[in-house]
Nanobody, 125 residues
Framework: QIQLVESGGGSVQAGGSLTLSCAVS???????ITWFRQAPGKEREGLAT????????RYSASAQGRFTISRDNADNTYYLQMSSLTPEDTAMYYC???????????????????WGPGTQVTVSS
């Protein structure tokens, strides 16, 4: 049973940076790890994805240029480095594992079967 656990959330002022971590208990049959976020009253939004084998990355428009997804092979942990944060980045952040290698739909939440419990990020002005 694959489990994901996020950490690193917290409160930060606008313009600040934060790095989130996603610890993955097992890597078998995981093709992509993707970070999502969900603000109150809004849809869950995909931000950044990394292909586990090749480390190829893709970003949504919201994340491009400000967020960086990466992987630490040593401990099977995935990171989301976030910079230039604004109050609009306030949300619960989740990592998710995709057990299909299909090369599209990376930011469609319905394509992910394993989710972490989330970590809260709050950005104040």
């Amino acid at each position: 049973q694959i489990q994901l656990v996020e950490s690193g959330g917290g409160s930060v002022q606008a313009g600040g940076s934060l790095t989130l971590s996603c610890a993955v208990s097992a890597s078998e049959n995981i093709y992509y790890i993707t970070w999502f976020r969900q603000a109150p009253g809004k849809e869950r939004e995909g931000l950044a994805t990394i292909e586990t084998a090749s480390r190829a990355t893709r970003y949504s428009a919201s994340a491009q240029g400000r967020f960086t997804i990466s992987r630490d092979n040593a401990d099977n942990t995935y990171y989301l480095q976030m910079s230039s944060l604004t109050p609009e980045d306030t949300a619960m952040y989740y990592c998710a594992a995709r057990r299909s290698g299909i090369a599209y739909g990376w930011f469609n939440k319905n394509n992910y079967s394993v989710w972490g419990p989330g970590t809260q990020v709050t950005v104040s002005s």
